[in-house]
């Protein structure tokens, strides 16, 4: 059973931070937050009660890495190494887009260099469905290092512009066309070439092929705004308990709800897992396949030698950027283990007007375009700084805990009340100003009201150590009704 993350653990993540010996390594942000929602897809495709393979992102366990047909693990050791993967992955998920993942860096860091990428960094816009205001803050690496969710918005911000231009233009705006994706004979063709046996057909809303109980390979198209698709073959998952045996040796126990549940299980041998090379032309196969340009995709591979899964990423781009549309794929040794991703073709809707870098700015103070009127939700640590400084005294500050200490996540204890204000004193009011000196005009997906996904004109606004983005669609080129 998944357990509801619980925010101390937030501290924990920094523990693993500063063990990590990948920390050096300048992190990817985009790349990250891709390897979560691919995980996350993947799970769903699988269903309740069946194992899951790891996505890339993740630290793994040699699990089935090195067992041979019939080798023995002890699934107890195994259930506890899942529920913290699973607990990692909530707190991951949860602060993705705020780049409380540093800990990657032990998987991502000892994968194989990914091949070069020419495209910019996808922009991302923040609020979700519906929302298309200004995004929280970043650092200029796309990691922050020393910020952390807050529970309520910091100080009040203002944005000020040096050296941006007051020149507005023009961009293209695309809209993804899920209608003409959201079909059985496309589904048919995906499920074909993934060896999903049965015919599609139409229930709960969704197209679906094969059995959905995690007995066989299994594909379910959404009815969402890109046509997302989302497979999983239980057959081809190396972790999977293929046979589970009670400690004593007798029959198989249950898995009824509330059991302790076998002592050891049995991992099947599927063979090594495919190189990158033929990891990312299957592919390519796949989503030509599916009705779409390979050669519009970059293509990100974690290819470690030591696991019996391969992941590829593949990262749509349009005009030389990414725009946060992702293909995850796992393959083990028998094939194709997991796949998700959109089906829908991207339609260009022509120019839109669009603001200048200054007036971008101006906006992310402007509450028609953010849900918190573009202030940011996040704030600095001081207590990470103070941890990193020097004592007062010149002496060292007290040195990090080793990695294998033991982590409390108990709260800190109180330390009395505040002190109560003094009469006449002025009450504390802080703004932080931040001026911005570089902007970048790109696109980033939107989710209309209607359920129709976007990518429009947005700016990436940096200060060269943090950096905001907002959509810049003119305003005649919106629809501001409520």
């Known amino acids: ?16 931070r500063r063990a990590d010996p990948a920390a050096s390594t300048t992190p990817d942000l985009e790349r990250l937050r ?6 996350i897809a993947a799970d769903a495709a699988a269903g309740p009660g069946v194992a899951q393979s790891h996505g890339p992102g993740v630290a793994r366990h040699d699990v089935g890495a090195a067992a041979s047909h019939g080798a023995v693990t002890d699934l107890a050791a195994e259930r506890t190494r899942r529920s913290a993967r699973t607990r990692w992955m909530q707190v991951a998920a949860a602060v993705a887009g705020v780049a409380v993942v540093g800990t990657a860096g032990f998987a991502l860091g000892r994968a194989e ?25 970043r650092d200029a690496t796309g990691m922050t290092t020393d910020i952390f969710p807050s529970p309520w918005p910091p100080a009040r911000t203002v944005f000020r512009s040096a050296g941006l231009s007051d020149a507005s233009g023009t961009a293209t705006a695309w809209t993804f066309d899920a209608g003409a994706a959201f079909t059985a004979e496309r589904v048919a063709a995906v499920a074909a070439a993934l060896g999903v046996s049965g015919e599609p057909r139409l229930q709960d809303g969704m197209w679906q ?3 959905n109980d995690g007995t066989a390979p299994s594909l379910q198209l ?21 046979e589970t045996l009670p400690a004593d040796g007798g029959a198989p126990a249950g898995d009824g709800e509330g059991s302790v549940g076998a002592e050891t299980c049995t991992t099947p041998d599927l063979g090594p897992a495919p190189g990158a090379d033929t990891a990312t032309a299957r592919t390519r196969d796949l989503l030509a396949t599916a009705g779409l340009d390979p050669a519009a995709f970059e293509y990100e591979v974690a290819d470690n030698a030591d696991e019996p899964m391969t992941t590829v990423m593949a990262h749509q781009v349009v005009d030389a950027q990414r725009t946060g549309l ?3 794929v796992a393959l083990s040794g028998k094939g194709v283990q997991s796949a998700s991703g959109a089906l829908a073709p991207l339609v260009p809707l022509g120019e839109y007007a669009v603001v200048s870098p200054t007036e971008a700015v101006a906006r992310l103070t402007d509450p028609r375009f953010g849900s ?15 941890d990193q400084a020097p004592a007062a005294d010149g002496a060292a500050a007290e040195q990090a805990p080793a990695p294998d200490d033991a982590i409390s996540t108990e709260p800190a ?17 802080p703004v932080r100003e931040v001026t911005l000196t570089q902007a970048r005009l790109g696109v980033a997906q939107y989710t209309a009201p209607s359920g129709t996904t976007l990518l429009v004109p947005a700016y990436e606004l940096s200060s060269g150590q943090e950096s905001w983005s907002v959509v810049a669609l003119a305003e005649a080129a919106l629809d501001l009704a409520p």
């Open 1 to 16: 059973m998944n357990e509801r993350p619980d925010p101390r653990e937030v501290s924990a993540l920094e523990r693993l």
């Open 209 to 211: 092929v094969g059995p």
């Open 113 to 137: 260099a990914p091949a070069a990428h020419t495209a910019a960094p996808a922009i991302t816009l923040a609020g979700g469905s519906g929302d298309g205001g200004a995004e929280i803050a």
């Open 413 to 429: 204890q109180p330390q009395g009340p505040p002190a109560a204000a003094t009469p006449g004193a002025p009450v504390a009011w």
């Open 222 to 242: 959404y009815p969402d705004g890109q046509a997302n698709l989302s497979y999983y073959d239980p057959t081809a998952d190396p972790y999977t308990c293929r």
């Open 326 to 328: 992702q293909w995850f």
């Open 372 to 386: 918190l009127g573009g202030i940011s939700i996040l704030a600095e640590s001081a207590a990470l700084r103070a």
């Open 34 to 39: 891709s390897a979560v929602d691919a995980r």
